[in-house]
């Protein structure tokens, strides 16, 4: 046999670093895209990435804050092998040794020994910044292209007159970023980036642009309409925000984002009557009462994606999902004016940012987590204001 050796000393507690192999949240903040673990002996351990690469095994040993040894399968080894991760208190933090042992004889595994080493060396220099400051440096390290992705559903296709299924639409689009000094619009459609073909499904568009940085330039296929087009855009560096320890001065923050927000979507309605308000545009397309309606159940997700990562029980998903017509009827039809929509929407933030102040400081200190649900918050685009434009265009049909 022979051995994949990789070690990282971590400015965090142990039970910190333990936790980062043995519970499904903190694996996908610095290993993999999803995960479900049961940890204990016998108790599955699957991991999967972006790009349909994953490693399905289980857990073989397990020393509470001493050591972990999992089975690792991989969907392209020939072979199962076997992971022994070790955690000792050194120098004020803790020192996480990991071995790989894989077969010494045949081709693949002389080949793979490099490959092992440096993917568990890049993982474990990941794992050290996601404990001691919470950034993902596959995250940090990405472009950004400055889109808001939205639904593309048949009715939206037919309705743009776009002559293909399969694609991403845009909702809108980050002021100064690649996306819009390139001159792409909301509800173009993008159907290739970089070489590679965007699909409707969440995890095409990062495949695309695995591997590239901020700076750099790629081409982009879309539609406009029934027209396909192909543009050059500039990645646009990822900008990381600085967020505050302090649950009570996060919420504060993170309160100011929303006011502008809340303002501007308030004086959307301004001189706007009930009526036109929930007038849809299209049979098939939301009123702007339905819009205020899904920004709504933003923040009610919001509190329960809180909630399951305080849990340490992150929901598992297949994607993002869409957006169901039936859930924003019924929440118009429960407060059936501008004002009372108004109104609930400053509700559910206000609750947002109240339970953001309880956070629990032994969550906090989970700075993965902590980072991943805070950063969210502090982002300049952020939800409210990407609908924005879609309410505008909602009420100016209905002015007609």
């Known amino acids: 046999m022979a051995t994949v050796s990789a070690e990282t000393l971590v400015q965090a507690p142990i039970k910190q670093a333990y936790r980062a192999f043995t519970n499904a949240t903190p694996l996908r903040e610095w290993l993999c895209d999803v995960a479900t673990v049961e940890p204990h002996p016998r108790g599955r351990m699957y991991l999967w990435w972006r790009g349909d690469f994953y490693s399905s095994g289980h857990y073989l040993e397990l020393e509470e804050n001493k050591r972990v040894k999992f089975r690792w399968y991989s969907s392209v080894d020939p072979a199962p092998t076997e992971v022994t991760v070790t955690f000792e208190e050194k120098d004020g933090g803790v020192l ?129 309409g029934p027209e396909k087009k192909t543009v050059t855009m500039e990645l646009s560096k990822r900008p990381m925000p600085d967020v505050p320890s302090d649950p009570v001065e996060l919420a504060k923050q993170a309160h100011e984002f929303y006011e502008a927000g809340l303002a501007e979507v308030e004086k959307c309605f301004e001189g706007i009557t009930d009526s036109q308000a929930m007038a849809r545009p299209e049979p098939n ?91 969210g918050l502090l982002q300049p685009n952020f939800h409210i204001t990407a609908h924005i434009e879609q309410i505008n265009a909602a009420l100016a049909a209905a002015r007609k």
């Open 96 to 224: 996480v040794c990991l071995d790989h042992e894989i077969p010494d004889k045949g081709k693949y595994w002389k080949t793979a020994v490099d490959s092992f080493h440096k993917d568990w060396v890049e993982s474990l220099e990941n794992l050290k910044s996601v404990l001691e400051t919470g950034v993902d440096l596959r995250i940090a390290n990405r472009p950004m292209l400055g889109i808001v992705p939205g639904d593309f559903t048949e009715e939206q296709q037919k309705a743009l007159g776009v002559p293909v299924r399969d694609g991403l639409r845009l909702d809108g689009l980050v002021d100064g970023m690649g996306a819009q000094r390139c001159g792409l619009q909301a509800n173009d459609v993008i159907v290739e980036m970089a070489g590679h073909p965007i699909r409707n499904d969440a995890s095409s568009l990062p495949n695309a642009i695995a591997g590239k940085r901020g700076g750099d330039k790629i081409e982009v296929v879309y539609y406009r």
């Open 285 to 375: 397309e939301w009123s702007a009462l339905e819009v205020v309606a899904h920004l709504i159940h933003g923040e009610r997700f919001n509190q329960v994606f809180l909630t399951n990562l305080i849990d340490g029980y992150e929901l598992v998903s297949d994607g993002f999902g869409s957006n169901v017509t039936a859930e924003v009827q019924a929440t118009v039809k429960a407060y059936p004016s501008i004002a009372l929509m108004l109104e609930e929407l400053r509700r559910a933030v206000a609750e947002t940012l109240a339970y953001v102040s309880f956070i629990p400081a032994e969550f906090a200190a989970n700075k993965g987590s902590y980072y991943r649900f805070g950063s």
